[in-house]
């Protein structure tokens, strides 16, 4: 079993939509998370960490759940520009510095 | 953020020859260097871990006699890959951490070996 596992995808969804992913984790042990957004041929870019309360950025929310070891993102009103593929992102602390685990990443494309 | 470079940022090679790859922190020292793989549609996958003076830390799988890491400075870790082949094909990134624990990642080279 992979450590962080995503639906792959791909979503198209049309500007203006609301998308959520889901990604759950197998490491009960591990410390943060987080959400990285990668476009074609780039190097992932840290979206926003993601909180047992929950937080928000303008129009992205994150959701954590301990107990089920599970991780949400949900994005409003989608923008063309929010198109790219959404990795959710672990941290297991190694010695003395950090050590994330990603996954697969979940392909998001917005359609005008 | 802090910025992290790469050098190159894509590279064509032959099978059977090396290939070296600098990731420069610019405006930190970065204490701990990562060294990521992605190949296409899959996620980034750590290959090794180094700290500024000591010698790297290898994940399970990832021949450290083939790809050579080396951390001299606190702005200045190297891969190379050595006797590349097709198979190492694929988007190399590094990212580097200071004592913040945020890892800033490089834009990536993308190597193809033909």
């Known amino acids: 079993r992979k450590e962080v596992e995503q639906d792959p995808g791909p979503f198209n969804v049309p500007e203006g939509a609301t998308v959520a992913f889901n990604c759950t984790y197998s490491?009960?042990?591990?410390?943060?998370f987080f959400w990285y957004r990668q476009d074609c041929r780039k190097e992932p870019k840290l979206l926003m960490s993601?909180?047992?309360s929950g937080n928000e950025d303008g129009r992205f929310t994150a959701q954590l759940n301990r107990a089920s070891q599970y991780i949400s993102l949900l994005i409003r009103d989608s923008k063309l520009s929010d198109s790219a593929t959404y990795l959710c992102?672990?941290?297991?602390?190694?010695?003395?510095?950090?050590?994330?685990?990603f996954g697969s990443g979940t392909q998001l494309t917005v359609l005008p | 953020g802090a910025v992290v470079s790469q050098h190159p940022s894509w590279v064509i090679c032959k099978s059977g020859t090396s290939v070296k790859i600098e990731c420069r922190s610019l405006d930190f020292q970065a204490t701990t260097m990562f060294w990521y793989r992605q190949f296409p549609k899959q996620s980034l996958m750590l290959m090794a871990t180094s700290n500024e003076g000591s010698k790297a830390t290898y994940e399970q799988g990832v021949e450290k006699d083939k790809f050579l890491i080396n951390h001299a400075s606190l702005t200045l870790s190297t891969l190379t890959v050595t006797s590349a082949h097709p198979e190492d094909s694929s988007f190399y990134i590094c990212?580097?951490?200071?004592?913040?624990?945020?890892?800033?990642f490089g834009p990536g080279t993308r190597l193809t070996v033909t």
């Open positions: 993601v909180y047992s």
């Open positions: 490491n009960s042990a591990s410390q943060s």
């Open positions: 992102v672990v941290n297991r602390v190694s010695g003395s510095a950090r050590q994330l685990t």
């Open positions: 990212s580097g951490t200071s004592f913040s624990y945020e890892q800033y």
